[in-house]
């Protein structure tokens, strides 16, 4: 059997109650995927921190390696030393360089919910027409999905910051600290 296929039959029972608390077939539909919605980006963050935490050390030493290449090309220059500019600055970037696809690749861990929704979406909607709420016009599932989700990402980063954050650590030697 198909791995995919497995899980979506066995979540099933679980994703689909939301779109069943409302008796409004339309209104349980919107209900419902601002739900999973919720759900993909609880899920997503959680994934994320997960990963973040398993590469902190890793981020932090190309994140003092970038600040420590910088600080020590920058010094270079203002000594007229080109050559140790240029060798400085070259592990500079390289550093940076690998924080920042570090950094991308850590981030898109968080999305792997919202392709495993759209599966299911199609699994369980993929022939039915969502209707539009006021115009009648029917659409596909991912029509209302893929806003909602991005609605969803923001209203979640919006409310972490409104909540707050750990504060900076003061006094860090590197500018670039991980919280």
């Known amino acids: 059997m198909d791995p995919v296929y497995w899980l979506l039959e066995h979540a099933d029972p679980f994703l689909i109650a939301p779109y069943r608390w409302l ?3 339309e209104a349980g539909w919107w209900l419902g995927t601002a739900v999973l919605c919720l759900w993909c980006t609880i899920l997503g963050e959680a ?17 003092d390696e970038m600040s420590e290449g910088q600080t020590k090309s ?7 030393d080109k050559l140790a500019y240029k060798g400085f600055n070259d592990q ?13 690749a850590m981030g898109s861990c968080s999305l792997w919910p919202a392709f495993v929704a759209m599966a299911w979406l199609q699994w369980r909607f993929g022939g ?14 991912s029509a209302g999905f893929i806003p909602m ?5 923001v209203l979640w980063s919006l409310a972490h910051k409104r909540l707050g954050r750990p504060a900076e650590k003061a006094g860090s030697p590197c500018k670039w600290h991980l919280p």
């Open 23 to 25: 008796s409004n077939p």
């Open 47 to 63: 994934t994320y921190a997960v990963v973040k935490r398993l590469n902190r050390v890793y981020m932090q030493r190309q994140l």
């Open 74 to 80: 920058w010094e270079a220059l203002q000594a007229g």
């Open 92 to 104: 500079a970037n390289e550093s940076f360089g690998k924080s920042f696809f570090m950094g991308v």
């Open 128 to 141: 039915v027409s969502i209707p539009f709420p006021g115009t009648g016009w029917g659409m596909n599932f």
């Open 149 to 153: 989700y991005i609605i969803m990402r």
